[in-house]
């Protein structure tokens, strides 16, 4: 028998019982029991295209607004391409997504300056 490690034991926590009961049968089915590894390959591997919301407004000027993909640069100089934002045809403004350009400015900062990538890139797991 397999004993539960403390990753797994934070992992349970997070997660409710028939999420973690499906978990497990499915890691035993197919990675040995390694739930991270089952959960690595169901994240490499999830996949569906970005909702655009249907209306949007500008959070500067209150205007209709468009969400689209555009380039988005960090701080450290790495260019992302296909980042979706909501651009204000009115004032110019670009909202950004705060969650998520965080999270690619705190990925961004294990790439060299001047490197030019994608989203889509950006989400593979290798
Ligand atoms: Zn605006």
Known sequence: M????LNDAVLK?????EV????????RLWTNG???ELIKRAVAAY???IQFM???HCPKCGQLAEERLDTFDTVNGVVIDGVPTIVCNHCGNKAWDLLLIG????MALSLPSGTKTS???MMSIH
């Open 119 to 121: 989203l889509d890139e």
């Open 47 to 49: 996949k569906e295209p």
């Open 20 to 27: 973690w009961n499906v978990l497990e049968i499915k890691a």
């Open 54 to 56: 249907e209306s949007a």
């Open 13 to 17: 926590a997070n997660l409710n019982e």
């Open 2 to 5: 397999m004993h539960p490690d």
């Open 34 to 36: 390694d739930k991270q």
């Open 103 to 106: 999270k690619l400015e705190q």
